[in-house]
């Protein structure tokens, strides 16, 4: 059990800091469409920092799609590779909802993306 303890400090660890990267991009993202990219001359910059941004927020929601799956796999007992995979299979198809996430979830994380926005577009407006 000790060897599974500063994986998941790691784990956690990294969690946080995606976490933390999603908000802090969001921010910046928010400043660079409000602030930046009213120049027209960088106007046509807008397609390349939405598709950075999306692609950034896609690759955070696998990796901690990725982490929450390996945490349920550690808390069922040790089985065989076989049976591990056909764990995950069941873990899968319990949580039956996009991303793996329950409706629950994906209400909370799409409550929390719109109140970014606004929040941030808010604090941008009046730093304007």
Same mark, same amino acid.
């Given at each position: 059990?000790? %060897? %599974?303890?500063?994986?998941? =400090?790691?784990? !956690? ?7 933390? *990267?999603?908000?802090?991009?969001? *921010?910046?993202?928010?400043f660079v469409y409000k602030i930046i990219l ?7 910059? %807008?397609?390349?920092?939405?598709i950075f941004y999306f692609g950034f927020l &896609?690759w955070c929601i696998a990796q901690l799609n ?5 945490? =349920?796999? /550690?808390?069922?007992?040790? +089985? ?17 909802? &996009?991303?793996?996430?329950?409706? !629950?979830?994906?209400?909370?994380? *799409?409550? /929390?993306?719109? %109140?970014? +926005?606004?929040?941030?577009?808010? *604090?941008? =407006?009046?730093?304007?």
């Amino acid at each position: 059990m000790n %060897s %599974s303890r500063p994986q998941r =400090k790691t784990s !956690a660890t990294f969690e946080y800091f995606l976490f933390t *990267a999603m908000i802090v991009e969001t *921010a910046l993202a928010a400043f660079v469409y409000k602030i930046i990219l009213r120049d027209p001359d960088l106007g046509r910059l %807008s397609v390349y920092f939405g598709i950075f941004y999306f692609g950034f927020l &896609a690759w955070c929601i696998a990796q901690l799609n990725t982490l929450h799956r390996r945490r =349920k796999l /550690a808390h069922t007992t040790p +089985v065989e590779p076989a049976e591990a995979a056909s764990n995950l299979a069941a873990i899968e198809k319990h949580t039956g909802s &996009a991303l793996g996430l329950t409706s !629950a979830q994906l209400a909370i994380v *799409a409550v /929390a993306f719109v %109140s970014a +926005v606004a929040i941030f577009s808010w *604090a941008l =407006k009046l730093l304007r």
